[in-house]
C-alpha cells in the first residue's frame, strides 16, 4: 500500500467556492435515491455496534442491516437509503497509523449507500449508480471503470457474466469492464453469512486518454475504487460451502470523502470543505501558521499534525457523541491521548480537541443532530481525559523519560503514553535473563505484556526489537486465542467451562433450547401478583460437572451429594436466570413425589440449568427415582421475584433521574436483588452532593405517589434504531429480535431502556425509595445502593425517629434542659445508632448525612456556647475580686460602717 500520495500543494483558499458543497453532495445522493427512486431514509446507526460483537466499531454501511441479510426480521421497507457514520481504527479495516501520511485514509468517514431488500438487483442497481455518477454529478464516463465477480472453481461459483452484460448494455466499453477473482469482488459478511459477487466502479484521478485499465485494483492511489455494488445471493455455510439464497439484495456502499474531493476537484480529501473548516479552527484557536498541504519536506509536521489533528477530532467527536466510552476502548483513549499530545507539542496549545468538537458539531450535526444534542457530554468527556492525562505523564510519563535516559533505544517505542508500559517493561526486564537465553520473546511473556500491563502489540513488537528478541508470534496467538475462549464463555471457573461443554453437548444433539418466555407471564389482581405454575420435562441433569443425557434412570445417593448442587435443564421454565444484574429466582420442580429446591438459575448456550437440592425428607421412599424425559411441575418463590420486580424498576427510575441530574453519567454495572439494589456508574469526575442525592429522591418518590403504569415492548434492531429517546448501555450487544423495551412516562421523569429483566406493572408497587449509601473508588468509580418496598418504608421511619430524637435534643439545649456534658454523651450515642453500632438499623443515606451534619452544627454551637459561658464567668470573677478588694480597704480606712 503507498501510504504517500505525491499532489499539489493546497491551501485553504483555493477552495473553488463555485464547487458544489459537501453538503450539498451528500444531499444530491440521499434526494436522488428518496425522491426520485422511492428508497425509505434510514437514520445513521451509532458506530458502536449494539448487535454485533465482531467489531468493535460500526466499520461499513451495511452494519445495521445484518440482521435483514441474515433473515432474523423483514426489512423496514423493501428500498433503503442512508449515510452511515463509519469508524476503521481496529481490526481487518485499520487506517489509523496511515492517518496524516496521505491524501484519503480516515478513522472517520461517511458511507453514502442505497439498499435493496429482495425488490430490485443487478440492472437497476448499476442503472442507478450509473446515471447518478455520469448524469446528475456530471462525472465523465471515460475516466470511470468497472470490474466485476470472474467466478471461483474452488467454490463452485461462474464468472458474474448477467452483470458484465448489463455494464455493456449500459454503455460501458468492453475495455473498461475488468474481471476479478474472490479477493476483489467477492463481499463476504465473515467466515459464514449472507455473501455474493460485487462489481466495482473505480475513478481515474489522471484524467488520461489512454486506457488504464491494467492499473485497476494494484494500489494506486490516483486510480481507486470510488463505489461498491454488492449482489447479495449467497449464503456462507460453516463448513465452507456456499448455496443460493431464496431472496436476494443489493448492499452498496461510496465513500463521502472520496466523492467530494473528486466532485470539487480537488487531489486530496484534506482540501475539501469536509476539512478546511477544521484547519481554519486549528489555525486560528493556536495561532499557527496555515495549513498547506506538504506532504513532503514537512519537518517540523505542522501539516501532517493539522491532518491528524483534523481527522481524529471528527472521529473522537462522532464516537464519543453516540455513546462510546474511553474506558471500554483502549484504542479510543490512545486515539484521545494521542490528539491532545499532538496538539500541545506540534501546535503548542491546550485545549484543542475540545475547540474542534464544536466545528465537528457545526459542520456534521444537520445530518446527525446527537453530535449537537451531546456535545456537551462529548466535551466534558474530553476534558476528563485531558485530566487524567495530565495526571499520567507527571507520574508514569517522568518515570518513562528516567528509563529512556539510561536506554536511549527506547524512543524508538511509538506508544510511550500507555499506561502500563512502566510496569510492562519492568516486568520484561525482570525475564530478560532467561529470554536471552533462548533468544526469543515467548508468547507467554509477550501475552502477559498484552493483557495484564495493556501493550499493544506494535509495542510488544517494538521492545522485542530494542531487545534483539525475536518475537514468538505463534505462541503469543495461542495464549490470546486461550483468553478468547474463557471471554467467549464468559467464565473462569473449571466448573463452568464443564456447564458450557455439557449444553454444547444438547445442542450437538439438536436439543431444542429451553423455552423461558414464561417468566414475563406475571399478573397483578389489585392487591397481589399472580405467579402461574408450569408443566415442563427434564432434557438434561448435571451432577458434578458431568451431563447425564441419556433415559437411564439416576439413582441418587443422599449422603454422598449432600454437598453437591444439582444442576437441572427443563425444555421449559418460568424461572429467570441470572441475567442483566438481576439475579435469578429462587423456586421448587415437583418431580413424582420428589421436591427440588430451587437456589440459583443459570442460562448458557440457550438451555437453563436449575441448581439446587432434592428435600431429604423425599428420600425416604427409595423406588422413587429421577430420569431423563420424567415431566415435572415448576414454581417459583413469589415474594423473592417481587422484591427483585420492585429493585429493578427502582434501577431504571434511578439511572432516568441520574441522567437528568448529572452532566454525564454511564453505568458500569449494576445488581438487582430482592432487598437491595447497587449501581456502580462513571461521572466523569463529578460527584453527588446530598442535596443532588435529595433530589433525585424526590423525583423518584414523586413517580412511585403517581402510580405511573410500566409499559413494555418488543422491538427489532431496526425498530430500535428509529427510536433515539431508548437508553442502552454502552457496550452492551443487543439481539436483533425480541429486544424488550420498558418504558415508564411521567410527567418530571422520562425512562425508556432496552432490559431483559422482570418488571412491576405500576410504580406505585414500589411504595418508596431511599438511598442507604454512596461511595468512590477514584475518581471515576461511584457506587450507590438504594431500597424500594417496605425496606425503603422501615428505613424512612428509623431515620425520621432519629431526626426526632436530634430536633428533642436541640429544643432541651436551647431551654437549658440538658449540660454541656450531658449533651456530649447523648450526641455520641445518636452517631453510634447513626453509624451502624445497631446492626439491625438500617436509615436513609440522605437522613443520616442531614443527622450527622445536624449534629456538628449542635456540637459547635454548644462549644461555642461553653466558650461565652466561661469567659462570663472569668470576667464576673475578675469583676468580683475587684469589688471585695475596694471594700475591705474602705473598711480598713473606716469609711464603712462594719
Given at each position: 500500500?503507498?501510504?504517500?500520495?505525491?499532489?499539489r500543494?493546497?491551501?485553504?483558499?483555493t477552495?473553488?467556492?463555485?464547487?458544489?458543497?459537501?453538503?450539498?453532495?451528500?444531499?444530491?445522493?440521499?434526494?436522488?435515491?428518496?425522491?426520485?427512486?422511492?428508497?425509505?431514509?434510514?437514520?445513521?446507526?451509532?458506530?458502536i455496534?449494539l448487535?454485533?460483537?465482531?467489531?468493535?466499531?460500526?466499520?461499513a454501511?451495511?452494519?445495521?442491516?445484518?440482521?435483514?441479510?441474515?433473515?432474523?426480521?423483514?426489512p423496514?421497507?423493501?428500498?433503503?437509503?442512508?449515510?452511515?457514520?463509519?469508524?476503521?481504527?481496529?481490526?481487518?479495516?485499520?487506517?489509523?497509523?496511515?492517518?496524516?501520511?496521505?491524501?484519503?485514509?480516515?478513522?472517520?468517514?461517511?458511507?453514502?449507500?442505497?439498499?435493496?431488500?429482495?425488490d430490485?438487483?443487478?440492472?437497476?442497481?448499476?442503472?442507478?449508480a450509473?446515471?447518478?455518477?455520469?448524469?446528475?454529478?456530471?462525472?465523465?464516463?471515460e475516466?470511470l471503470?468497472?470490474?466485476?465477480?470472474s467466478?471461483?472453481?474452488?467454490?463452485?461459483l461462474e464468472?458474474?457474466?448477467?452483470?458484465?452484460?448489463?455494464?455493456?448494455?449500459i454503455g460501458?466499453?468492453?475495455?473498461?469492464?475488468?474481471?476479478?477473482?474472490?479477493k476483489?469482488?467477492?463481499?463476504?459478511?465473515?467466515v459464514?453469512g449472507p455473501?455474493?459477487?460485487?462489481?466495482?466502479?473505480?475513478?481515474?484521478?489522471?484524467?488520461?486518454?489512454?486506457?488504464?485499465?491494467?492499473?485497476i485494483?494494484?494500489?494506486h492511489?490516483?486510480?481507486?475504487?470510488l463505489?461498491n455494488?454488492?449482489?447479495?445471493?449467497?449464503?456462507?455455510?460453516?463448513n465452507?460451502?456456499?448455496?443460493?439464497?431464496?431472496?436476494?439484495h443489493?448492499?452498496?456502499?461510496?465513500?463521502?470523502?472520496?466523492?467530494?474531493?473528486?466532485?470539487?476537484?480537488?487531489?486530496s480529501?484534506?482540501?475539501?470543505?469536509l476539512?478546511?473548516?477544521?484547519?481554519?479552527t486549528i489555525?486560528?484557536?493556536?495561532?499557527?501558521?496555515?495549513?498547506?498541504?506538504?506532504?513532503?519536506?514537512?519537518?517540523?509536521?505542522?501539516d501532517?499534525?493539522y491532518?491528524?489533528?483534523?481527522?481524529h477530532?471528527?472521529?473522537?467527536t462522532?464516537?464519543?457523541?453516540?455513546g462510546?466510552?474511553?474506558e471500554?476502548?483502549?484504542?479510543?483513549?490512545?486515539?484521545?491521548?494521542?490528539?491532545?499530545d499532538?496538539?500541545?507539542?506540534?501546535?503548542?496549545?491546550?485545549?484543542?480537541?475540545?475547540?474542534?468538537?464544536y466545528?465537528?458539531?457545526?459542520?456534521?450535526g444537520?445530518?446527525?443532530?446527537?453530535?449537537?444534542?451531546?456535545l456537551?457530554?462529548v466535551?466534558?468527556?474530553?476534558e476528563?481525559?485531558?485530566?487524567l492525562?495530565?495526571?499520567?505523564r507527571?507520574?508514569?510519563?517522568?518515570?518513562?523519560?528516567?528509563?529512556?535516559?539510561i536506554?536511549?533505544?527506547?524512543?524508538a517505542?511509538?506508544?510511550?503514553?500507555?499506561?502500563?508500559?512502566?510496569?510492562?517493561?519492568?516486568?520484561?526486564?525482570?525475564?530478560?535473563?532467561?529470554?536471552?537465553?533462548?533468544?526469543?520473546?515467548?508468547?507467554?511473556?509477550?501475552?502477559k505484556?498484552?493483557?495484564?500491563?495493556?501493550?499493544?502489540i506494535?509495542?510488544?513488537?517494538?521492545?522485542?526489537?530494542?531487545?534483539?528478541?525475536?518475537f514468538?508470534?505463534?505462541?503469543f496467538?495461542?495464549?490470546l486465542?486461550?483468553?478468547?475462549?474463557?471471554?467467549?464463555?464468559?467464565?473462569?471457573k473449571?466448573?463452568?467451562?464443564?456447564?458450557?461443554k455439557?449444553?454444547?453437548?444438547?445442542?450437538?444433539?439438536?436439543?431444542?433450547?429451553?423455552?423461558?418466555?414464561?417468566?414475563y407471564?406475571?399478573?397483578?389482581?389489585?392487591?397481589?401478583?399472580?405467579?402461574?405454575?408450569i408443566?415442563?420435562?427434564?432434557?438434561g441433569l448435571?451432577?458434578?460437572?458431568?451431563?447425564?443425557?441419556?433415559?437411564?434412570i439416576?439413582?441418587?445417593?443422599?449422603?454422598?451429594?449432600?454437598?453437591?448442587?444439582?444442576?437441572?435443564?427443563?425444555?421449559?421454565?418460568?424461572?429467570?436466570?441470572?441475567?442483566?444484574?438481576?439475579?435469578?429466582?429462587?423456586?421448587?420442580?415437583q418431580?413424582k413425589?420428589?421436591?427440588?429446591?430451587?437456589?440459583n438459575?443459570?442460562?448458557i448456550n440457550g438451555?437453563?440449568?436449575?441448581?439446587?437440592?432434592?428435600?431429604?425428607?423425599?428420600?425416604?421412599?427409595?423406588s422413587?427415582?429421577?430420569?431423563?424425559?420424567?415431566?415435572c411441575?415448576v414454581?417459583?418463590?413469589?415474594e423473592?421475584?417481587?422484591?427483585i420486580?420492585?429493585?429493578?424498576?427502582?434501577?431504571?427510575?434511578?439511572n432516568?433521574?441520574?441522567?437528568?441530574?448529572?452532566?454525564v453519567?454511564?453505568?458500569?454495572?449494576s445488581?438487582?436483588?430482592p432487598h437491595?439494589?447497587?449501581l456502580?456508574?462513571?461521572?466523569?469526575?463529578?460527584?453527588?452532593?446530598?442535596?443532588?442525592?435529595k433530589?433525585?429522591?424526590?423525583?423518584?418518590?414523586?413517580?412511585?405517589?403517581?402510580n405511573?403504569?410500566?409499559s413494555?415492548?418488543i422491538?427489532?434492531?431496526?425498530?430500535?434504531?428509529?427510536?433515539?429517546?431508548?437508553?442502552?448501555i454502552?457496550g452492551?450487544i443487543?439481539?436483533?429480535?425480541g429486544?424488550?423495551?420498558v418504558?415508564?412516562?411521567?410527567?418530571?421523569?422520562?425512562?425508556?431502556?432496552?432490559?431483559?429483566?422482570?418488571?412491576?406493572?405500576?410504580?406505585?408497587?414500589?411504595?418508596h425509595?431511599?438511598?442507604?449509601?454512596?461511595?468512590?473508588?477514584?475518581?471515576?468509580?461511584?457506587t450507590?445502593?438504594?431500597?424500594?418496598?417496605?425496606l425503603?418504608?422501615?428505613?424512612?421511619?428509623?431515620?425520621?425517629?432519629?431526626?426526632?430524637k436530634?430536633?428533642?435534643l436541640?429544643?432541651?439545649?436551647k431551654?437549658?434542659?440538658?449540660?454541656?456534658?450531658?449533651f456530649k454523651s447523648?450526641?455520641r450515642?445518636?452517631?453510634?445508632?447513626?453509624?451502624?453500632a445497631?446492626?439491625?438499623?438500617?436509615?436513609?443515606?440522605?437522613?443520616?448525612?442531614?443527622?450527622?451534619?445536624?449534629?456538628?452544627?449542635?456540637?459547635?454551637?454548644?462549644?461555642?456556647?461553653a466558650?461565652k459561658?466561661?469567659?462570663?464567668?472569668?470576667?464576673?470573677?475578675?469583676?468580683?475580686?475587684?469589688?471585695?478588694?475596694r471594700?475591705?480597704?474602705?473598711?480598713s480606712?473606716?469609711?464603712?460602717?462594719?
Amino acid at each position: 500500500m503507498n501510504l504517500v500520495m505525491p499532489v499539489r500543494l493546497y491551501s485553504s483558499s483555493t477552495l473553488n467556492p463555485l464547487k458544489k458543497s459537501s453538503k450539498l453532495i451528500r444531499n444530491e445522493f440521499l434526494d436522488y435515491f428518496k425522491t426520485d427512486l422511492g428508497h425509505t431514509f434510514i437514520r445513521s446507526s451509532p458506530v458502536i455496534p449494539l448487535h454485533d460483537q465482531t467489531v468493535a466499531f460500526t466499520n461499513a454501511g451495511m452494519n445495521q442491516f445484518k440482521g435483514i441479510f441474515l433473515n432474523y426480521y423483514d426489512p423496514p421497507a423493501v428500498r433503503v437509503t442512508n449515510s452511515q457514520k463509519c469508524i476503521r481504527i481496529s481490526g481487518k479495516h485499520n487506517d489509523l497509523n496511515v492517518v496524516g501520511n496521505d491524501t484519503y485514509h480516515h478513522t472517520f468517514f461517511e458511507m453514502l449507500g442505497n439498499w435493496s431488500f429482495g425488490d430490485y438487483f443487478k440492472e437497476e442497481a448499476c442503472r442507478y449508480a450509473w446515471n447518478l455518477l455520469t448524469k446528475h454529478y456530471g462525472i465523465p464516463k471515460e475516466f470511470l471503470y468497472v470490474t466485476y465477480f470472474s467466478g471461483d472453481e474452488t467454490l463452485e461459483l461462474e464468472p458474474d457474466l448477467e452483470c458484465k452484460d448489463i455494464w455493456l448494455s449500459i454503455g460501458v466499453p468492453k475495455d473498461k469492464i475488468i474481471p476479478f477473482g474472490v479477493k476483489d469482488n467477492f463481499w463476504e459478511m465473515g467466515v459464514s453469512g449472507p455473501c455474493g459477487p460485487c462489481t466495482e466502479i473505480h475513478v481515474d484521478h489522471t484524467k488520461q486518454e489512454i486506457n488504464q485499465s491494467t492499473r485497476i485494483n494494484k494500489g494506486h492511489t490516483d486510480l481507486t475504487e470510488l463505489w461498491n455494488i454488492v449482489f447479495i445471493q449467497y449464503e456462507r455455510q460453516t463448513n465452507g460451502s456456499i448455496i443460493p439464497l431464496s431472496k436476494h439484495h443489493v448492499d452498496t456502499g461510496m465513500g463521502l470523502e472520496r466523492l467530494v474531493a473528486l466532485l470539487q476537484e480537488k487531489e486530496s480529501n484534506y482540501d475539501t470543505d469536509l476539512f478546511q473548516p477544521l484547519f481554519k479552527t486549528i489555525q486560528n484557536y493556536a495561532k499557527s501558521p496555515e495549513y498547506e498541504g506538504r506532504f513532503y519536506n514537512d519537518e517540523n509536521g505542522l501539516d501532517s499534525g493539522y491532518r491528524i489533528l483534523a481527522d481524529h477530532s471528527r472521529m473522537i467527536t462522532v464516537a464519543l457523541a453516540d455513546g462510546m466510552i474511553p474506558e471500554q476502548s483502549n484504542k479510543l483513549r490512545k486515539i484521545i491521548r494521542k490528539v491532545i499530545d499532538v496538539g500541545e507539542r506540534v501546535f503548542r496549545k491546550e485545549g484543542l480537541l475540545t475547540e474542534l468538537s464544536y466545528t465537528v458539531a457545526d459542520n456534521l450535526g444537520d445530518v446527525y443532530p446527537e453530535l449537537q444534542k451531546n456535545l456537551k457530554k462529548v466535551q466534558n468527556i474530553i476534558e476528563f481525559e485531558e485530566d487524567l492525562f495530565k495526571k499520567l505523564r507527571n507520574t508514569s510519563g517522568k518515570e518513562w523519560k528516567k528509563i529512556v535516559e539510561i536506554n536511549p533505544q527506547l524512543t524508538a517505542v511509538t506508544d510511550w503514553m500507555s499506561p502500563g508500559l512502566v510496569g510492562g517493561y519492568k516486568y520484561l526486564q525482570s525475564t530478560l535473563k532467561d529470554l536471552k537465553k533462548a533468544q526469543r520473546l515467548s508468547g507467554t511473556v509477550a501475552f502477559k505484556l498484552y493483557d495484564t500491563h495493556g501493550l499493544s502489540i506494535n509495542t510488544i513488537i517494538e521492545l522485542a526489537q530494542i531487545e534483539s528478541l525475536y518475537f514468538d508470534k505463534e505462541g503469543f496467538e495461542h495464549e490470546l486465542e486461550k483468553m478468547r475462549s474463557l471471554s467467549r464463555i464468559g467464565l473462569e471457573k473449571t466448573s463452568e467451562i464443564s456447564l458450557n461443554k455439557c449444553t454444547k453437548s444438547l445442542k450437538q444433539k439438536n436439543i431444542p433450547e429451553t423455552n423461558d418466555k414464561f417468566k414475563y407471564e406475571y399478573t397483578f389482581d389489585g392487591s397481589n401478583y399472580q405467579f402461574p405454575t408450569i408443566e415442563s420435562k427434564i432434557i438434561g441433569l448435571i451432577i458434578n460437572d458431568t451431563l447425564i443425557q441419556d433415559t437411564e434412570i439416576i439413582d441418587f445417593n443422599i449422603e454422598a451429594d449432600d454437598e453437591n448442587e444439582i444442576g437441572i435443564i427443563l425444555d421449559k421454565t418460568l424461572c429467570y436466570s441470572l441475567e442483566g444484574g438481576q439475579t435469578s429466582d429462587k423456586g421448587q420442580i415437583q418431580t413424582k413425589n420428589l421436591l427440588f429446591n430451587v437456589s440459583n438459575v443459570r442460562k448458557i448456550n440457550g438451555y437453563v440449568i436449575h441448581f439446587g437440592k432434592f428435600t431429604k425428607n423425599n428420600f425416604k421412599n427409595r423406588s422413587e427415582n429421577v430420569k431423563i424425559g420424567d415431566s415435572c411441575v415448576v414454581s417459583i418463590n413469589p415474594e423473592h421475584r417481587i422484591g427483585i420486580m420492585q429493585h429493578h424498576t427502582g434501577t431504571h427510575l434511578l439511572n432516568a433521574s441520574l441522567k437528568q441530574v448529572m452532566q454525564v453519567i454511564y453505568p458500569r454495572n449494576s445488581v438487582i436483588l430482592p432487598h437491595i439494589l447497587k449501581l456502580q456508574y462513571n461521572s466523569f469526575g463529578e460527584k453527588l452532593s446530598v442535596g443532588k442525592l435529595k433530589k433525585i429522591e424526590k423525583c423518584i418518590n414523586s413517580v412511585i405517589e403517581a402510580n405511573i403504569p410500566i409499559s413494555t415492548k418488543i422491538m427489532n434492531s431496526s425498530e430500535l434504531l428509529a427510536d433515539d429517546s431508548v437508553i442502552l448501555i454502552p457496550g452492551e450487544i443487543y439481539p436483533y429480535t425480541g429486544i424488550r423495551v420498558v418504558e415508564i412516562n411521567a410527567h418530571n421523569l422520562k425512562s425508556k431502556e432496552a432490559c431483559c429483566g422482570t418488571h412491576v406493572d405500576k410504580t406505585g408497587i414500589l411504595q418508596h425509595f431511599c438511598f442507604l449509601s454512596y461511595s468512590s473508588k477514584g475518581i471515576a468509580n461511584f457506587t450507590v445502593k438504594a431500597v424500594t418496598g417496605l425496606l425503603a418504608i422501615s428505613a424512612k421511619l428509623k431515620g425520621e425517629n432519629l431526626q426526632h430524637k436530634i430536633l428533642n435534643l436541640e429544643n432541651k439545649l436551647k431551654t437549658g434542659q440538658v449540660t454541656h456534658d450531658a449533651f456530649k454523651s447523648m450526641k455520641r450515642k445518636i452517631e453510634s445508632e447513626i453509624n451502624g453500632a445497631y446492626k439491625e438499623l438500617t436509615i436513609p443515606y440522605v437522613i443520616k448525612e442531614e443527622c450527622l451534619l445536624k449534629l456538628r452544627n449542635l456540637d459547635k454551637a454548644t462549644e461555642t456556647k461553653a466558650e461565652k459561658t466561661e469567659i462570663n464567668s472569668t470576667n464576673f470573677i475578675r469583676v468580683e475580686g475587684k469589688e471585695m478588694r475596694r471594700e475591705i480597704k474602705d473598711a480598713s480606712s473606716g469609711s464603712l460602717d462594719v
